[in-house]
């Protein structure tokens, strides 16, 4: 009888491109077998009849603070709340204190979650007018998956806001580099119009103009440095149509805030915790970028997790700080939108496991084949549940969704052959380790 150490059992296998019945044979930390393995036996037998086994969903951008910040998140507890959210491998933002520009920063945030954080990482390197020189060391770090431009200020003090120094950048990277688009130059000309303890007007200031103008600046000087770039959190329908029409160089992230919440709505409900950058716009910009969904050119789901405290959060807009918390909430909130027909969960797939594996030339994650890293996110389609303020790990401790019931949940979290999450409890050590990839 064929052996192996671990067999997935009874369930739907969903790929990018396909779904049906196959068992999962693991050896150590790799895929083994696919197919029917129901007369092999192994030391553990996961049972999923019933469920869906996804290849392990990947969150391509989260704020876990650390260091200098770890009051509102650190690595493990940020980490506890990805796994839980059925998530096994996260990319880390640099905007920390001190902000992850130097070869040591990132040398320090590797050490920091290498066996303390419960999922695998990668860490943005971040891009400032004083590193451009050192851009290809740290493209080529340990556990690097590339480098963050903030062409618009958000949290944090990292910027390069005009165009000599974002062509600097461009020439510098050999990797997909990714940017916070939006125009500093406007946001400054218009924070006159954020007004006090109003934060329905955050759209307002930081209107859909400005990402506009700032992701067609950043297309202009991308053709012409001939690189690859990710936009990150896209939130107008009008960038879904310019970027639509620059496949060849640009890669594209939407949110589940931005394709869930729609302004006023949000900021009539939920007031300063609806507050992130770029903001979440009127319904015409959420129904643009379903579109881009459709038409696939959105190619990529990040939660964009970015935790404050309540009582940072609870401070007068425009003084209270624009972050929401996502990671947990990201897998659950994207498959209440596929039980609503809003996407197939094949597609869901593609945009939180293929395409992060394609887009930034993951070695071994990402996709379900012999040989890869025996990575899975198991889900009930069928379960109804409702997302509670006890199930939430994040340090901040509060969810702009915390009430709101979905359809569809993430039941087991499997990273590199372990059981890490069953059941909303986390069942092994942290074992976290750095991505690897093909550069």
């Known amino acids: 009888m064929v052996q192996f150490d671990k067999i997935i059992r009874g369930g739907q296998l969903v790929t990018h491109e396909k779904t049906g019945f196959a068992d999962i044979g693991i050896n150590g930390d790799r895929i083994a077998e696919i197919g029917d393995l129901s007369k092999a036996d192994a030391g553990s037998i996961i049972d999923a009849t019933g469920l869906h086994v996804l290849p392990g969903v990947i969150d391509t951008q989260v704020h876990f603070r650390e260091p200098g910040l770890d009051y509102k998140e650190d ?29 040591e920063a990132v040398a320090d945030k590797v050490a920091r979650g290498r066996n303390r954080m419960h999922c695998d990482f990668a860490f943005y390197a971040g891009a400032a007018q004083d590193n451009i020189d050192l851009i290809p060391e740290l493209e080529r770090a340990e556990g690097v998956v590339g480098i963050k431009v903030f062409m618009g200020s958000s949290t944090g003090s990292l910027l390069v806001p005009d165009d000599e120094s974002v062509a600097a950048v461009l020439k510098a990277i050999n990797r997909r580099a990714a940017f916070h688009s939006e125009d500093e130059f406007r946001l400054r000309e218009r924070r006159p119009l954020a007004e006090t303890g109003r934060v329905e007007t955050h759209p307002v200031w930081r209107d859909a103009e400005s990402a506009i103008m700032c992701t067609k600046r950043l297309l202009k000087l991308a053709r012409e440095a001939g690189k690859q770039i990710h936009v990150l959190h896209i939130s107008t329908e009008e960038e879904i149509a310019i970027l639509a029409e620059n496949r060849d160089i640009a890669s594209v992230e939407a949110t589940p805030q931005h394709l869930t919440l729609f302004a006023p709505d949000c900021y009539e409900r939920l007031g300063t ?86 887009l930034f030339k993951l070695s071994d994650k990402g996709i379900v084949a012999v040989g890869a890293s025996a990575d899975f996110t198991l889900v009930d389609m069928n379960r109804e549940e409702e997302i509670r303020q006890d199930w939430l790990a994040s340090r901040c401790g509060w969810s702009p969704f915390t009430g709101d019931k979905v359809k569809g949940w ?13 059941e909303a409890e986390i069942v092994s050590p942290n074992r976290g380790q750095p991505i690897s990839f093909d550069v």
Do not use: C
């Open 75 to 103: 690595l493990e507890s940020g980490s506890r709340a990805a796994v839980l959210g059925g998530i096994v491998g996260v990319f880390e933002m640099p905007n920390t204190k001190p902000a992850t520009t130097t070869l």
């Open 273 to 358: 915790y609806a507050q992130m950058n770029p903001p979440i716009r009127e319904a015409r910009h959420r129904a643009g970028l379903w579109r881009g969904i459709e038409d696939g050119i959105v190619d990529i789901i990040g939660s964009d997790h970015a935790p404050h405290t309540i009582e940072e959060k609870e401070s007068t807009y425009p003084h209270s700080p624009a972050g929401l918390p996502g990671v947990q909430t990201l897998l659950p909130l994207m498959l209440n939108h596929v039980s609503h027909g809003r996407l197939s969960l094949n597609h869901l797939v593609k945009l939180t496991s293929y395409n992060p594996r394609k």
């Open 410 to 422: 993430p039941i087991a979290t499997i990273i590199r052959g372990a059981l890490i999450m069953q």
